[in-house]
């Protein structure tokens, strides 16, 4: 059976703006490497449409090797994209879902593979709410925002958690990785 593990980057007053955060180098290549190991990731419109700014690496590199790989890692892995607006999408490793999140998610944990990520926070919520993720993985930025977005407003379900492990950063930024824990 998948696991369904969400990954997303916040800062430190838990705002999940992709736009806040202070990637570096090293940030780009953990992401590289964790989205080589996925079969899939999930993603809202709103997420999707950020995410295509990464193709653009792809036709005309930066000089920074480290986000040229990301966008090829980007590129490669197969994204389902969850949206009542959007009709199409033009990235070829990108197709719109054709059933509902909670039906998609169900059908993709029980087929062998490998990890399905989930990069939005608006299907984390949901996901949180329905008892289906398997691990979060929260990439905290050392910066506060004055614009925050927090990542569990909304939240229907209480949900508890256990610390498994934690990478930290040079450049300050720390992923803690957590399992939900089952309420006795």
Known sequence: MRRVVAAINMTLDGSCDHTAGLPDPDIHNH????????GSILYGRITYQLMEYWRTFLENPSEEKSMNDFAIAIDKI???VFSHTLRSVDWKSASIASKDLQETVLELKAQPGKDIFVGSRSLILQLM???LIDEFQLCIFPVATKNSMPLFAG???????KLVQTK?????????YYEPKNES
Do not use: H, M, Q
């Open 31 to 38: 992401y590289r490497e964790l989205l080589s190991e996925g």
């Open 78 to 80: 197969p994204k389902i």
């Open 129 to 131: 709410n329905l008892r």
């Open 155 to 161: 939240l229907e379900v209480r949900t508890l958690l």
């Open 168 to 176: 930290v950063f040079e450049g300050g930024a720390v992923i803690l």
